[in-house]
């Protein structure tokens, strides 16, 4: 279910949000990012890929040179197109050139 929380879904791993809302372009690669301290939820460093987000929460990305705040609003069984991506999040912030 794209967009929506229902009870299997009401939360979701970080790297798998990660990846299906198209921060980055594989799971690997947020697993990774994650992993190297690059990523905060609600304003705290998550090392752990498999940390459980809900929605509401706000995690804040730092990607190639830029920072992006990213506001959860929903969550997705599968890795949809970019238009599927849109609705899993709200950014509350332009993205920043470091």
Request: charged share 30%; aromatic share 4%.
């Amino acid at each position: 279910m794209v967009g929506r929380s229902n009870p299997t879904t009401e939360r979701q791993r970080l790297d798998k949000w990660l990846w299906h809302a198209r921060v980055v372009k594989a799971r690997t690669s947020a697993a990774e990012l994650v992993g190297s301290g690059h990523v905060r939820v609600n304003g705290e460093r998550e090392k752990s890929p498999g940390h459980a987000i809900k929605i509401g929460d706000v995690i804040t990305v730092a990607l190639d040179r830029t920072v992006r705040v990213l506001k959860v609003t929903g969550f997705s069984e599968r890795r949809g197109d970019a238009a599927a991506a849109r609705v899993l999040f709200e950014e509350l912030s332009e993205a920043k050139r470091n």
